[in-house]
């Protein structure tokens, strides 16, 4: 990302006294104005965007350290609501401790699923009340305000990966650099008790084992970073786990979106290591669905849970095995604008060229319905053309059985896409957890180098509504059958998802 990511040119430096700015005060100045001119619908969607811009640029004015920058920046990046426009604090630099703390979020409640042997082991599996006497409700408000997502379950999971580190509950605001301890208060036997929870260098840190059941469904657990698949014959179902919707075969066709002759060999190399159990989608979901019509199977699970995204594309190659016809699918939109003719310049290229041959003038600036203005082709051409890298074989029978889709929070981009479009489509019954992000929202990610303290920021450039456009202002795709499991669940090795799927199958 450092080698790839590039700083694009604009004109940010014509406030008065620039040159005896702060590196952090400069680049406050220039996130605004990139922002200001690359990101879809931006006062639709913030209306008092300037008041907020110049408070964070105020603020910045007044800054003195690294670690208060990046506390700022990503709070101000947060204020876009979208998971794809956001900034990554590396806590790592700042914390040579952590808490030994392990959360489970069930739906409402955080439960104590681990704790450091300093504290009793009795708190285990206990609601949690309140940390430095703040409850848990002004806690989640704390992380929606600071964490980059168009929702609450997106926002959450993210915390997820953070909680551990000292720094991050100083950034919400529930400890302060003087005192970092943590005050958990739990319920526990219908009374209330605390502890307190010190920092500790990893090393030091020794949790209890806690040691589940061996899980009924173990196959449901994620398995690798690609694709994955078991068939019972005997209880005539076939399932699959879909966690990315990026194969190595998208990977290289899109490639040249983000690198240069000379650091496209170095992406290839580590995406072809990193991409190991999911080089082609392809060729796998034709094998996989050869197998369910030779064992006659009825019954389909597609997982998408883990799936945080990637290519609608190999999305289709599944779409293309569950219908006989061409789904609706999402409408796109373009902010062109000189940020996405020098950082998306391939797209740029594209859809300049289409736009061209067929009005016979030049992209214009500002929004374009790229889906009807410029591409207006069938859903599933990308799958059906000559010579696409994407073609399936169409010898192999549609589906016809009833179709079970799993999502969750981590469901996100064009995982969301592929879940939205089947669900909008009335293709399966959806069952879990709310995704992650808003189906229809800004989306597509490219990330931007700032020029002064060179952090890397992600902007969302395109703008995408659902199919089912009576259904935008949802901010999430919501499941059909909503489950969530506890703790409890957890330890007993149950998964109440896959016991609803399964009695449904059996009908």
Request: charge should be positive; hydrophobic fraction near 30%; proline fraction near 4%.
């Amino acid at each position: 990302m450092k080698i790839m990511t590039k700083t694009p040119k604009i004109d940010y430096r014509n406030s008065v006294g620039f040159k005896s700015f702060s590196d952090f005060h400069k680049d406050a100045i220039y996130t605004v104005q990139i922002i200001k001119e690359t990101y879809p619908r931006l006062y639709d969607k913030i209306p008092d965007f300037d008041q907020k811009s110049n408070q964070f640029i105020e603020k910045a004015s007044q800054i003195v350290t690294e670690k208060d920058f990046d506390i700022s920046l990503k709070k101000f990046i947060s204020i876009l609501n979208d998971g794809h426009s956001n900034y990554r604090i590396d806590f790592n630099k700042y914390d040579k401790t952590l808490f030994g703390l392990s959360i489970y979020k069930e739906k409402e409640n955080w439960i104590i699923g681990n704790i450091d042997k300093e504290i009793d082991s009795t708190i285990i599996g206990k609601r949690i009340v309140s940390i430095n006497n703040i409850p848990i409700k002004e806690i989640e408000q704390k992380i929606i305000e600071f964490e980059s997502g168009e929702n609450e379950h997106y926002k959450y999971f993210q915390f997820l990966s953070h909680y551990s580190f000292p720094s991050y509950w100083e950034a919400i605001e529930i400890s302060t650099s003087g005192n970092k301890n943590l005050n958990i208060e739990v319920e526990n036997n219908g009374k209330i008790s605390s502890f307190n929870l010190k920092e500790k260098e990893k090393s030091q840190i020794k949790g209890y084992k806690v040691k589940p059941t061996k899980p009924k469904y173990r196959f449901t657990f994620k398995q690798n970073n690609g694709f994955y698949d078991t068939i019972s014959k005997n209880q005539n179902f076939a399932y699959l786990q879909m966690n990315t919707c990026l194969d190595y075969v998208s990977v290289k066709s899109g490639i040249d979106n983000y690198t240069n002759f000379i650091t496209k060999p170095l992406a290839l190399f580590f995406l072809k290591k990193y991409k190991k159990d999911a080089r082609d989608f392809g060729k796998f979901i034709q094998s996989f669905f050869k197998r369910v019509q030779e064992q006659k199977i009825n019954n389909l699970i597609i997982d998408l849970s883990n799936n945080t995204g990637g290519s609608e594309k190999i999305g289709k190659q599944l779409i293309w095995y569950l219908t006989d016809k061409g789904p609706k699918g999402f409408t796109e939109y373009i902010n062109n604008s000189d940020y996405f003719k020098t950082q998306i310049k391939e797209d740029y290229k594209e859809y300049n060229s289409l736009y061209k041959a067929k009005y016979q003038t030049e992209l214009p600036k500002g929004e374009v319905n790229i889906t009807e203005k410029i591409l207006d082709k069938p859903y599933f051409e990308d799958i059906t053309k000559k010579n696409s890298p994407y073609l399936l074989d169409k010898t192999i029978p549609k589906f016809k059985g009833k179709v079970y889709v799993i999502i969750g929070p981590q469901t996100f981009s064009a995982g969301q896409v592929l879940a939205t479009t089947i669900a909008d489509n009335k293709l399966a019954t959806i069952i879990g957890k709310p995704t992650g992000n808003k189906p229809t929202t800004q989306t597509a990610a490219s990330a931007f180098k700032l020029p002064n303290t060179k952090k890397i920021i992600s902007l969302s450039y395109l703008y995408m509504e659902r199919p089912d456009k009576t259904k935008n202002q949802e901010n999430a795709l919501y499941p059909d059958v909503e489950i969530y499991n506890t703790f409890q669940d957890l330890l007993n090795g149950n998964n109440q998802v896959m016991e609803y799927i399964l009695n449904q199958t059996k009908r």
